[in-house]
């Protein structure tokens, strides 16, 4: 499923919709959502009925069908209105889908954030896995490329959601996964024991190394059974300490040129409860690539 509007993200995320769609073997439904606003809010208000807004956005809806089919004539294509807010029409019918594709806006600076925005709402309530595309600057509008796919790995049951998504993804396109942990040194406080964090304050550089190998072994664990289970897929393992998780994800999407990034979202730490936060308005405001965000399923 397709959220549309009318913006260059808009047209990005239909090519990649369409694609995706293709690929899989599934019908695309594209969804156009609407609201009627009140005369407080505009003066055009009396002009914009429901006829009127259901009018604009079927032909609206019409144009990018002509579009797509015009690129992909064997692929089944459905629209729908919805009188709701854009973000909601998605939440709704994301119920029924096995994907919701939307479009983000692109902001300036790696501050910029689109809290409130479609994008954010979608991702922070979808029922199904959601991919938001946001269209880079200076680039036309394309399908994903040969880059690898980039999973962002922790040690919670959300992270192998979002490594059976990419797995699957890599596998289907044909091109390595990379897998992503970051680590951080345990609070002070809980350095009172033995072990690394005892050594922390008398031999940091012993106790990183024996953290760094820590955090090697977890991620090791945890991707060893998909890497079974998709040989033909090529994984690197990227085990970064850092207190920065967006900084290092969207640095690695860009040095190894991703064409996906993939996330897991539920529970309040690790990767999963990056995208309710500020973490998550970062990457899907700022990668360089489209982001998965793969909903926990109870």
Not at 9 to 16: D, K, L, W
Not at 106 to 116: E, I, Q
Not at 182 to 209: C, H, I, K, M, Y
Not at 216 to 244: C, D, K, M, N
């Amino acid at each position: 499923m397709l959220g549309v509007d009318d913006t260059n993200s808009g047209r990005e995320a239909v090519v990649y919709a369409a694609w995706e769609a293709e690929r899989r073997g599934l019908p695309l439904r594209i969804v156009h959502g609407y609201l009627v606003p009140t005369p407080c809010l505009t003066p055009l208000a009396p002009l914009l009925n429901d006829d009127h807004l259901i009018a604009l956005a079927r032909e609206r809806l019409a144009g990018i069908a002509q579009v797509v089919r015009a690129r992909r004539p064997e692929l089944p294509l459905t629209t729908a209105v919805v009188r709701a807010a854009g973000g909601a029409a998605l939440v709704k019918e994301s119920a029924s889908a096995s994907l919701v594709i939307v479009g983000s806006p692109r902001h300036g600076g790696f501050g910029g954030s689109l809290a409130g925005s479609v994008a954010a709402q979608v991702v922070a309530d979808a029922l199904c896995p959601v991919v938001v595309v946001r269209r880079l600057e200076g680039e036309p509008a394309g399908l994903p490329g040969h880059g690898p796919v980039l999973v962002g790995v922790d040690e919670t049951t959300d992270s192998e959601r979002a490594l059976e998504f990419g797995f699957e993804e890599a596998a289907a396109r044909g091109v390595p996964l990379v897998a992503v942990h970051v680590w951080s040194v345990p609070e002070l406080t809980g350095f009172s024991g033995s072990g690394s964090g005892a050594e922390w304050s008398t031999n940091p550089d012993r106790a990183q190394a024996q953290l760094q190998e820590a955090a090697e072994r977890t991620l090791a664990e945890v991707i060893a059974g998909w890497q079974e289970r998709y040989p033909q897929v090529t994984v690197r393992r990227w085990t970064v300490h850092s207190f920065g998780t967006a900084r290092v994800l969207l640095d690695v999407v860009r040095e190894i040129r991703a064409d996906l990034l993939v996330v897991g979202s539920r529970r309040r730490g690790g990767f999963a409860g990056l995208v309710r936060g500020s973490v998550g308005q970062v990457l899907i405001s700022h990668a360089e690539a489209p982001v998965a965000v793969i909903h926990h399923v109870s």
